[in-house]
């Protein structure tokens, strides 16, 4: 089975912390992916990588950056943590092999409160 | 206008009953469709693909219309354990990203 796990279920942070997410998936997938979800607007794209290293922007990116040194593992980074990124966050990977017709296999989520 | 749109819900529900959901999505370039479950508190887990003849799994059914862009899925016989939120999610264009509607929450009651 896919797993993907996320270093922390619950985080606390202070306006002005920088925060650092941490995701590892142990499916050797290519493709990694940092979501956010808030009440009524769904998961939200904040950044993808395609490959060590590759990253590209998606629907939100402003005020986060990711990294990503090795294939297994994928990091969110809010360099200076605001209330507005109060939310759940979740991480997805999924294999470019056709087969799989793109399903994306989440982590359990890091539920972050900025105060 | 939203990329991929869905009923919010909720749609409360006796055990027994059978229950259709809708979605319809704006981006016709799309190739992947799937239908995701997602449990209080919990992450979104695949619950099926969507394929252009339809497909079914067990009590659930599954339907796309290309030409009108719009997605169904059709839970018979619901069960408590059905509760939760469906998530329409259609792939953008012909790279890796999906697209996540809102949700539709259901309620199965006893």
């Known amino acids: 089975d896919v797993k993907v796990t996320q270093s922390s279920r619950y985080l606390v942070k202070r306006t002005g912390e920088k925060v650092f997410l941490e995701c590892v998936q142990d499916m050797d997938h290519e493709n990694m992916f940092w979501y956010r979800q808030d009440p009524g607007l769904g998961l939200r794209l904040i950044y993808f990588s395609y490959d060590v290293k590759m990253k590209e922007k998606g629907d939100i990116p402003e005020g986060y950056s990711v990294s990503r040194e090795k294939k297994e593992r994928f990091s969110l980074i809010l360099e200076s943590a605001s209330t507005n990124q109060t939310s759940m966050y979740l991480c997805?990977?999924?294999?470019?092999?056709?087969?799989?017709?793109?399903?994306?296999?989440f982590g359990p989520g890091t539920r972050l409160t900025v105060l | 206008r939203k990329e991929v749109e869905q009923d919010p819900g909720p749609f409360n529900v006796p055990e027994g009953a059978t229950v259709a959901f809708n979605c319809t999505y704006s981006n016709s370039a799309s190739q992947s469709f799937f239908w995701y479950r997602q449990d209080c508190r919990k992450e979104p887990k695949l619950l099926m693909s969507?394929?252009?003849s339809g497909n079914e799994d067990g009590r659930f059914t599954a339907q796309l219309n290309r030409a009108s862009q719009y997605i169904s899925l059709l839970i018979r016989d619901s069960k408590l354990s059905d509760s939760a939120t469906y998530l329409c999610?259609?792939?953008?264009?012909?790279?890796?990203?999906?697209?996540f509607g809102s949700g539709t929450r259901l309620l199965v009651r006893p």
């Open positions: 969507v394929y252009s």
């Open positions: 999610v259609v792939g953008k264009d012909s790279s890796y990203k999906l697209i």
């Open positions: 997805a990977s999924s294999t470019t092999l056709a087969v799989s017709y793109n399903e994306q296999f």
